[in-house]
């Protein structure tokens, strides 16, 4: 990986110099979404305000929306695209809510939420009130879009987090002999939200059995078929307590099973303070496993998915346990660097305490990233030496996400701080070694088929990827699946589980090109 943001051109993006945060509201945010928002195939960035100061506002970056020119050259085109935000702002989801082919934005925010619709002459329009989705004044933090009643089109469930006002703010509380911030313990909880899509990008607030929990710290939401039925299940990471897994029963209802599937809790019985979530299939079993960030002195976790929506912590045993101790984990995702058809894992990190509290305690506010490679039924480190000195770089990151953004077959990275500045890190690993693949099913509400999995098979093993509108940390991947094909020439081909679970296969698929995969046109 090379850094390469400043001729990119998101090395200038303004951001704050770091000082001591005062608020649990100042910590918590640094998403990006990644969007063609001009329909011309690139991926394009927009970055929610990030870096504002309870005591001055104004300190905000302001919402950015980056256009990509090709090339991984990126200019500020927030003023011509109608993507001006500068309210406290955290976790995107993206998705065509409204079938017309054109990717849709929804920005969680402290206070009414946004939904941005893109329109066909360029530019987006502030849907947020006509569309019922800015009814909330909660604090939300990450959301998902899925069709989560099985009518075709694209539901959001959004993962709310604490009571917080930042013109009262709560009393300060003692962590290790020092005054910190206070939250979110002792805080009371937001419940979260479910909408339902009307079909025409018109949104309705529905129960569907999700309303039947008690309220906890959402931080993060995933909707995917995690059994393979055809149906969505919803993971949601909360901070301070049990995950929330919510499964669809023949009634259309959802219930809350993270208990009983074994995910709510660590190995130990405990909850935790879930921040990053990332799918990826481990095991190579056709599943998705759950991998976890978690609070400095906690360790990140890795559930295995054993099947009928059961799972296992095996984080120990996969050698992910006290390597991530010391650290304090953001975003998260597994992706295939190398290209060599093996997935590696990365955590990015960084401390919501201050340097000045830090240092006291013996540690750093910065911090850097973990990277590991998968060998056989282990994970293990991997050094700056091999990877090179990005890993090694410390900062107070939040999200990131990974994508193709040169179209060179292999994974870049973008990722952000919580000071608002982003580092974008092109790949130079292995160009021509990948097969990027989305997907389009004409005349769909839900024309990416959020939800699907990809299977890319003739290698020696299957290889297993998600379509999901959200992941990492409060950010928004690229809803393309991408794989390494090592030495192998190919070909290749590509079985894809639609939403629905029905199945089609795409042959004739070789490395080093990308391939849009059509409902209807497969085997």
């Known amino acids: 990986m090379t850094e390469v943001s400043y001729p990119a051109g998101l090395g200038q993006l303004p951001s704050h110099s770091n000082r001591d945060p005062a608020a649990l509201i100042e910590v918590k945010g640094g998403g990006l979404a990644l969007i063609d928002g001009d329909g011309d ?6 970055l929610p305000a990030c870096g504002g100061s309870v005591t001055d506002p104004d300190m905000s970056s302001g919402g950015r929306y980056m256009e990509n020119l090709g090339r991984l050259k990126f200019r500020d085109a927030t003023k011509a695209s109608g993507l001006s935000f500068s309210r406290w702002s955290f976790g995107t989801a993206v998705g065509d809510v409204n079938g017309d082919g054109l990717d849709d934005l929804f920005v969680c925010a402290h206070g009414p939420n ?15 009130a006509s569309s019922g989705l800015a009814q909330t004044s909660a604090w939300s933090a990450a959301a998902s879009f899925g069709d989560l009643d099985g009518d075709g089109d694209l539901d959001l469930y959004i993962a709310n987090y604490v009571q917080f006002d930042p013109e009262s703010l709560p009393k300060p509380m003692m962590f290790r002999g020092a005054e910190v911030f206070g939250g979110p313990l002792g805080l009371s909880a937001e419940p979260d939200e479910v909408y339902l899509n009307e079909g025409d990008g018109s949104f309705v607030p529905a129960s569907l059995g999700f309303a039947a929990v008690k309220a906890a710290y959402g931080l993060g939401v995933v909707s995917a078929d995690f059994d393979g039925d055809g149906t969505l299940e919803v993971f949601v990471g909360n901070d301070s307590g049990p995950n929330f897994f919510f499964q669809r029963g023949a009634d259309g209802s959802f219930s809350e099973n993270g208990l009983t599937s074994g995910i709510a809790f660590d190995e130990n019985g405990l909850g935790q303070a879930t921040m990053g979530i990332a799918l990826g299939d481990v095991n190579r079993d056709g599943r998705p496993d759950v991998f976890t960030t978690n609070f400095m002195g906690d360790r990140n976790t890795l559930h295995l998915n054993l099947g009928d929506l059961f799972f296992d912590d095996a984080t120990r045993r996969w050698g992910l346990g006290q390597i991530s101790v010391p650290y304090l984990g953001w975003a998260t995702t597994f992706l295939d660097m190398d290209c060599d058809g093996t997935q590696e894992l990365l955590v990015f990190n960084g401390h ?5 509290i830090c240092r006291q305690q013996g540690w750093s506010q910065r911090q850097p990233a973990l990277l590991f490679r998968q060998v056989e039924n282990r994970f293990e480190p991997i050094h700056a030496a091999e990877a090179g000195d990005w890993v090694q770089q410390q900062g107070i990151e939040r999200g990131a996400v990974c994508a193709d953004l040169d179209r060179d077959g292999d994974l870049d990275l973008v990722v952000r701080d919580l000071t608002g500045s982003v580092r974008l890190l092109r790949n130079d690993a292995a160009p021509g070694r990948g097969i990027l693949l989305s ?3 004409p005349g769909s509400m839900n024309r990416r088929a959020i939800g699907s999995r990809v299977a890319l098979l003739g290698g020696p093993r299957p290889q297993y990827r998600w379509i999901t509108s959200s992941g990492t940390y409060q950010s928004a991947n690229a809803q393309e699946a991408q794989f390494g094909t090592g030495s192998h020439k190919g070909p290749f081909q590509a079985e894809v589980t639609w939403p629905d679970g029905s199945s089609e296969r795409f042959p004739a698929l070789m490395p080093g090109m990308n391939f849009v995969l059509v409902r209807g046109s497969g085997e």
């Open 41 to 46: 195939g690139d991926l394009d960035l927009f």
């Open 114 to 128: 946004s939904l941005f619709l893109q329109q066909a002459g360029g530019g987006f329009h502030d849907a947020s």
């Open 352 to 356: 919501v305490y201050g340097e000045t």
């Open 439 to 441: 997907l389009q099913q």
